[in-house]
C-alpha cells in the first residue's frame, strides 16, 4: 500500500490514515480496543493513523470483516466518510443530484451527452454532501461560462 499512504506523511489528514481514523472515530472505540480488535497492537495502528508508515494489506481484510469497510474505499476514497463494503447507494440523493445537473445543463442552454451529465453526476454524488449544493452552484457558474464562449 506504499504508493496511496505516502501523500499522508507529507500532507497530515491525507489517504489511507485519514480513513483509518474516520473508521476508528465511527467505531466510536478508542485507539488501543480498535486496533485489539483488528488484531494489531496498539503501537503499530497508531503509526498507521498517523500516516508515519503504512498498513500490511491484510489490514483491509481484517477491517472488511470486523467493520464490514469497503477495502477500495479504504485506499482511494473518496471522502472521510466510512464506505461500507456492499453497502447501497442513496438512490434518492443520486437522483435528486441528476435531475439538479441536467436542469442546470439545460438553463444554460447546453446539451452534455448522457455520459458527460452521469460523470457530473457522480463527481458531486461522491463529494461530501453538505457540499452538494455549492458544487451544483459551481457547476451551474461553470455552464453559464460556457454558453457565453460558445460550447455546445
Not at 483488528?38 to 494489506?57: H, K, N, V
Not at 483491509?60 to 461500507?84: N, S, V
Not at 438553463?107 to 463529494?127: H, K, V, W
Request: charged share 30%; net charge neutral; hydrophobic share 40%.
Amino acid at each position: 500500500m506504499r504508493n496511496t499512504n505516502t501523500a499522508t506523511v507529507n500532507e497530515p489528514g491525507e489517504g489511507v490514515a485519514r480513513r483509518l481514523m474516520a473508521v476508528r472515530q465511527q467505531s466510536g472505540l478508542n485507539q488501543s480496543a480498535f486496533a485489539a480488535r483488528l488484531g494489531f497492537a496498539r503501537r503499530t495502528y497508531l503509526g498507521w493513523e498517523r500516516g508515519e508508515s503504512d498498513p500490511p494489506i491484510w489490514l483491509l481484510d481484517a477491517l472488511h470483516r470486523e467493520f464490514g469497510i469497503d477495502p477500495h474505499w479504504l485506499l482511494h476514497g473518496p471522502g472521510d466518510r466510512p464506505r461500507q463494503y456492499g453497502a447501497g447507494l442513496d438512490w434518492d440523493r443520486f437522483s435528486r443530484i441528476l435531475t439538479a445537473v441536467e436542469g442546470e445543463a439545460r438553463a444554460a442552454g447546453l446539451a452534455p451527452r448522457p455520459e458527460q451529465i452521469c460523470e457530473l453526476t457522480r463527481a458531486i454524488f461522491e463529494g461530501a454532501p453538505a457540499e452538494e449544493e455549492r458544487e451544483i452552484e459551481r457547476l451551474a457558474l461553470t455552464f453559464k461560462m460556457m454558453k457565453t464562449r460558445g460550447h455546445r
